[in-house]
């Protein structure tokens, strides 16, 4: 069975870091592109970063470009999320999905996705 567990979040002041971690128990973890998505509270789910299998390729929001970096350890079967630079716009519960499909790209769509975690909440305070 497939499972994607969330951590590193926290509470933490604007200009600070955080780094998430996801714990995937995914056989074919190496092929699987990992992504970040978050949803703050009264909107919609939407996308963070991803990044492909063999971290070919990553791709980020334009809100979080230059401040936050996706990187992987397939030796682990973990993706983090590297986040510096917060604001109090990047408050919300962060999740972590897998797209198990064979591919050499990472998607920015929710329905591309197979898997996902519980999430972990990320509050930045003003």
């Known amino acids: 069975q497939v499972q994607l567990v969330e951590s590193g979040g926290g509470l933490v002041q604007a200009g600070g870091s955080l780094r998430l971690s996801c714990a995937a128990s995914?056989?074919?973890?190496?092929?699987?592109?990992m992504g970040w998505f978050r949803q703050a509270p009264g909107k919609e789910r939407e996308f963070v970063a991803a990044?492909?299998?063999?971290?070919?390729?990553?791709y980020y929001a334009e809100s979080v470009k230059g401040r936050f970096t996706i990187f992987r350890d397939n030796a682990k079967n973990t993706v983090y999320l590297q986040m510096n630079s917060l604001k109090p716009e990047d408050t919300a519960v962060y999740y972590c999905a897998a797209d198990v499909r064979f591919r050499n790209t990472a998607s920015r769509s929710v329905s591309e996705y197979d898997f996902w975690g519980q999430g972990t909440q990320v509050t930045v305070s003003s």
């Open positions: 995914i056989r074919t973890f190496s092929s699987s592109a």
């Open positions: 990044i492909s299998r063999i971290s070919i390729n990553t």
